[in-house]
């Protein structure tokens, strides 16, 4: 079965600070890739999907990932955070059978 | 638009109770549904997924149990509730067709037992 490892389990920065959060995944099929975003107190929501085509997405809220296949990743990442962003982010693969597979998360928590 | 609803949001259950959280979505038709356990530091693990009335399937042994008796209706159930069932459990739907369709969740429910 794929697994999914997210490489920071905390992250603390300012605001205007730039953000990166790390996803590898181990499957060496044709994937679709997600990550979801967990807001305190609210649901989790889609922040934006890859599945094929320009490995440059661009999700809502600034935010975007970049996959890169030779490396197994889809690092995510916002160049200027806000406090707003705090929450906590989870990323996820599907190999084309329904179910999803998610890492740990990484909570982000962005100090004004 | 199409929602999503899971109730109860809390639930506090003595061990060896009966369990019974239901989820139900509104503004589609047909819609894969999921039952997810969420823990902290371990995201979210996969419990339940169903293509349609009455076909589960399970992901993980366990002592709990899912049925969908109704297109847009997931029950996650146990007869006899343990210690470790105590969790926070999610609910999420997807469109039907692609495989890769994103999945949208409800606002969970934080199950204590005592």
């Known amino acids: 079965a794929q697994s999914v490892s997210q490489h920071n389990h905390h992250v603390i920065l300012s605001e205007a600070a730039s953000l990166e959060l790390g996803c590898n995944y181990s499957y060496g099929g044709t994937v679709n890739l997600f990550w979801y975003v967990q807001y305190p107190g609210q649901h989790l929501q889609l922040l934006l999907k890859?599945?094929?085509?320009?490995?440059l997405v661009k999700g809502i809220k600034g935010f975007e990932a970049e996959f890169i296949k030779s490396k197994f990743s889809f690092n995510l990442r916002k160049p200027s955070v806000q406090w707003s962003d705090t929450a906590e982010y989870f990323c996820a693969v599907n190999v084309g059978d329904y179910k999803l597979s998610f890492g740990a998360g990484t909570t982000v928590t962005v100090r004004a | 638009s199409q929602t999503i609803h899971q109730w109860p949001a809390t639930l506090v259950q003595p061990v060896g109770s009966p369990l019974s959280l239901e989820c139900t979505v509104e503004g589609t038709s047909n819609p894969n549904l999921y039952w997810y356990r969420q823990a902290a530091g371990r995201g979210l693990q996969l419990l339940f997924y169903?293509?349609?009335?009455?076909?589960i399937s399970s992901e993980v042994p366990q002592n709990l149990s899912a049925s969908r008796p109704q297109d847009r209706q997931f029950i996650l159930s146990s007869k006899k509730l343990l210690l470790s069932d105590s969790g926070f459990y999610l609910c999420?739907?997807?469109?039907?067709?692609?495989?890769?369709?994103?999945?949208?969740f409800g606002d969970g429910t934080r199950l204590s037992i005592l």
């Open positions: 890859y599945f094929s085509g320009d490995p």
């Open positions: 999420a739907w997807s469109a039907q067709g692609l495989s890769n369709q994103p999945q949208h």
């Open positions: 169903s293509v349609g009335i009455g076909q």
